[in-house]
């Protein structure tokens, strides 16, 4: 049985190659190498207007990336989004005073949350909400912002 | 008049019913190839020659033509890309393109013209020189026998085909993107990887690519086993294999599409 055995070796040959092809695409291609959402801490924030914000939108400190956004709610007792952030569990030494905004990476990029680190002692836990934060920048409103104050310019 | 409109209602009934019956014999037959597992399973033998044939074999083909359509994704993509000064972002068009949609359908598609009428032309021919009743004269029933190995043969080499597919294609619009075009290769693989999701995308293509594997060698092993026992009836047999397996991956790719990304 020669053949069956060149055979058998070059099957074996061919799902071992069909398997590090999927191992390829799941640690180059995909996000599964950086992957670690479901652990981690939980913090919650509000904002008057998150804009184009999505779930899995990253979170940053400094540019790099902390987290992401687990949940967006809208909470119709105070008319404002409710965001839950999930945090990698490295990074548990984030002051509890600290800024929560919503930037948006290049001129078209997508929107993340970038978090500013207060002077608070204490860090935020599972469950913490952050208090300060800051909306995302709507273009339409700056444009009419600009064009309000351009005009108030000229009556004067 | 009244006659003529008759012969042609019986005639669109008969068409209608001849579907149908159609329809039934290869789901019983379906039904009979999944019912041969067990017995499969204690010959693992000729399953592995059906990995062979199936997915070996096919495996030239689908890493040339990978290689090629990821090159020039790599191309194109990066003419469209670099328009709207964006064209760090081409690992991410070639990648997800090739993940979803590509890899799964164009392989099904090779697998089917390479491997699937292969398939019904053998089975056809048992059939025409009577050795798939010879089989059933020694008690041997052909289904578990010949078909179900096959089946399976056909399905396992699917994903892994397509995940090669994808894979030798990604490397081919990164030789293209990085190295010809001079995209910076640490953009080309991080905004890949932040932007491809290991579910969303990855786990959705495989599921694809299994769904291609079992609707092409159904619709092969089918055509054959029902082929007229003639070389005319095989020919033709093996071109309905190939005509209804590509129509069937494309129509159920766009179903899979709209059910897995359609929100």
Redesign the interface.
Known sequence: MAKMRTVEILVGAFMAAGFVALFFLAMMVSNLSAASYSNGYAVTARFDNIGSLKVRSPVSMAGVRVGRVESIHYDQDTYQALVTLRIEPAYDRIPLDTFANIYTSGLLGEQYIGLDPGGDPDFLRDGDQIEHTQSALVLEQMIGRFLFSKAEEGSE | MIRYLGDQLARLGHTGLRAIAHIGRAHLLLIGILGGTPSMLVRP?LL??Q??NA??LS?LIILVSGLFVGMVLGLQGHYVLSQFGASESLGVMV?ASL?RELGPVVTALLVAGRAGSALTAEIGLMKATEQLSGLEMMAVDPVKRILTPRFYGGLL?M???A??F???G?LGGYFVGVGLLGVDAGAF?SQ???????EE??VNG?IKSLVFGVVVTWIALYQGYDATPTSAGVSRATTRTVVHSALAVLGLDFVLTALMFGD
Do not use: C, E, H, T
């Not at chain 2, 890949?192 to 290991?198: G, Y």
């Open positions: 033998r592995i020659l990995l062979y997915g070996v495996l990648s993940v080499s994903p892994l085909l995940a090669l994808s894979a030798v990604v693989w890949m990887q932040a932007k491809i999701d290991f995308d990855l495989v």
